[in-house]
């Protein structure tokens, strides 16, 4: 469904017809979200009290340092995507399922933030009369990211609000989990696509388009 003529939600790469420039497009905004919901984790737990003595690890600002092959897969088959995940040790908080949590959303909060930054440049390229797709499909891909962070599913944001709170000895579930689920979530995600099945289209896409429609009027 088409948003306006100049963006489609989801913003994807349409494989059977490879358009130069979308194509740049799409990377430079996938490269903005992750760097972006990195780095806000990387502060939001060195704010909390999970101070790392070699600060370079998290705040490189190196987006490709950022990238993880499944979430970039998964921007390509639905998207969003996640960055790398951001190595966070939850024994330096105070409160440390309250911390994580607070740490894993701080990624998809600050890509809001910067949806509303790229809202507001379509709002007045507008009024200008100015028509851009640059900054609404970056508009676009930092919402797609925002909402499903949501979903209770590793690595995204929203597995925290159940991660976060495992007992103790749960070290060998959380690597296999980090590992082994982002591929079988993108896999899920494909056979949902090839079998036309609308589960996203039905429930999730229609809020995406809502808010840009919200941010961007």
């Known amino acids: 469904m088409s948003t306006d003529q100049l963006v ?4 994807l790469i349409e494989f059977h ?10 990377f430079i905004s996938v490269l903005a979200a992750i760097t ?19 600060s370079k690890e998290r705040f490189h600002f190196n ?10 897969l998964c921007f390509a088959v639905a998207g969003f995507g996640w960055p790398r995940r951001v190595f966070v040790e939850p024994r330096r908080f105070k409160y440390p399922g309250l911390y994580l949590i607070l740490t894993r959303f701080a990624g998809p909060f600050a890509n809001l933030l910067l949806a509303g930054i790229a809202g507001s440049i379509v709002s007045v390229m507008q009024s200008m009369g100015v028509e851009d797709q640059v900054f609404k499909k970056l508009l676009v891909i930092n919402l797609m990211v925002f909402v499903f962070s949501f979903l209770p599913v590793p690595p995204l944001a929203g597995a925290s609000l159940f991660s976060a709170f495992l007992p103790k000895g749960r070290n060998a579930w959380g690597t296999v989990s980090a590992r082994v689920f982002p591929y079988l979530f993108v896999l899920a995600l494909i056979i949902l696509k090839i079998n036309h099945v609308e589960i996203l289209d039905r429930f999730f896409y229609p809020l995406v388009r809502s808010l840009f429609s919200f941010i961007t009027k």
């Open 36 to 54: 972006v919901n990195a780095e806000a984790q990387a502060v939001m737990a060195t704010a909390l009290g999970d101070i790392q003595k070699d």
């Open 8 to 11: 489609r939600i989801p913003f």
């Open 63 to 72: 987006p490709f340092q950022h990238l993880d092959i499944s979430g970039l």
């Open 17 to 26: 017809h490879l358009d130069v420039e979308n194509l740049v497009i799409f």
